[in-house]
């Protein structure tokens, strides 16, 4: 399975899994221009089998317009999601003419060869998710736009062999920011995004022997640095007694990593 961050952060997610007969991607929140330079840099072809949506959020969707036009695809999205979509389009959907695929926050489903699990995250939208990819022995867990991860849900996410992970904002920086206050409030509450402790945290206990890869992820421009996530990994790591020297930890922003093999 091959895995690559197209993009991640406030201004547009998109990530881009392949199995050997299967290619999917996570979100469209970045233009169809984009994601085809992303693909001719890396030799790929466009032929997706689905389009897996998290939530409604702009930074999530931006693209689908465009890129559902030129890669035509199932959409695969929760009830919520769809009418959250529909709302912010004003009664004309960017998605009414596609291919759209209802499935729950709880839920198992096959897309080629790809076996996909469907887990409910905790954000200021209808009905969001994540997910977690599993195919030719490999899996996937992608966790992002969420106030907090049940201890619950540690089981299914354990030990996977990959982890896109939020690790959103430094508190400190983001309670001294410009932003407004409601901001701010919501960011830190339940229903927000995981700060740094938060992810690094989650990290700790779900990471397992299987574990080589993982991608910081939706970290914020303004209420984040990459030095601050690493101290904080290191101090989380060491205090949990966590060898991790045989994983690589990738820093994501707007421009794509490359494409990894897991």
Known sequence: MKIAMVASGSKGNMCYIESESTKILIDAGISCKRLTKFLEENSLTGNFSAILITHEHTDHISGLLQITKKYKCPLYMTEGTRKG?????????IIDNNDVRIIGQRESFQIGDIFVESFPTFHDVYEPCCYKITAQNRSIVYITDTGYVPTAFYELLANADCYVMEVNHDPELLMTSSRPYETR?????????????????????????KTHLVFYAHIS???????IIEAESKRIYEGYSLDVTGIRFIYTNQLPTEVFSL
Do not use: T
């Not at 421009?221 to 030095?227: A, D, S, T």
């Open 85 to 93: 979509i529909r709302e912010k389009s004003n009664g004309i959907s």
């Open 221 to 227: 421009e303004e209420c984040n640095l990459w030095n």
């Open 185 to 209: 409030v919501r960011i830190l509450g339940d229903s927000g995004h995981l700060s740094n402790e938060d992810g690094l945290e989650l990290l700790s206990h779900i990471m397992g022997d």
